[in-house]
């Protein structure tokens, strides 16, 4: 018997979303293992975090929630589906919206510690600070770029792929997953 078309497609995708979230992982890894290694030296000292960063936070989490429930009523297929594409699209450009607020919060962060004197090359700690949170937002605006291109996708044809729906989605989490360690790293560490 044939597998069902279109069901090796759906795996490359998915093989593909777990290639890069394994390749982002292992350089947050050595990003991190670089921090843990140069805190050792006597000239470290810990930022204040920016509280901001909670804020922003929740604005992330809240998108993915958003997400997930702009994925479910996406893929669902019953005839309550045919109402559902409105309500998954405001869901959609919900998840958008609070990702870019989240880079936005981001930038303000940067300002609240650039106004305390603290800059990319003013000691070791804020150029980690500045080198992880730009990391995240490069990759994160990978996810925004995929979460438009769904947008635009689903309001012009209605339907959408599903292992394009469960690939945008999965990395999107994967990224809010991300952010969680990060911002742990940030007040334990920096």
């Known amino acids: 018997m044939l597998p069902p078309r279109g069901s090796g497609q759906a795996k490359a995708s998915q093989s593909g979303i777990w290639v890069a979230v394994f390749a982002i992982t292992m350089s ?41 429930m702009s994925r479910r009523a996406m893929l669902k297929k019953s005839e309550a589906a045919a109402q559902q ?19 936005v919060g981001q930038y303000v962060a940067w300002q609240q510690l650039a106004a305390q004197g603290l800059f990319l090359a003013t000691n070791p700690n804020s150029s980690f600070f500045y080198l992880l949170t730009g990391m995240h937002i490069l990759h994160l605006i990978g996810g925004i770029i995929a979460l ?43």
């Open 28 to 68: 947050f890894a050595a990003f991190t293992s670089a921090l843990v290694i140069r805190q050792a030296s006597a000239d470290w000292t810990h930022l204040r975090t920016p509280r901001i960063l909670f804020v922003n936070t929740a604005l992330l989490l809240f998108s993915s929630v958003l997400l997930e």
């Open 85 to 103: 594409i409105g309500g998954s699209k405001i869901l959609l450009s919900g998840a958008l919206i609070l990702g870019l607020m989240f880079i």
């Open 148 to 190: 438009a291109y769904l947008l635009v996708h689903r309001a012009l044809s209605g339907a959408v792929r599903p292992n394009l729906v469960n690939g945008v989605v999965t990395y999107w989490h994967f990224m809010a997953a991300l952010w969680i360690y990060l911002l742990f790293i940030i007040i334990t560490r920096l």
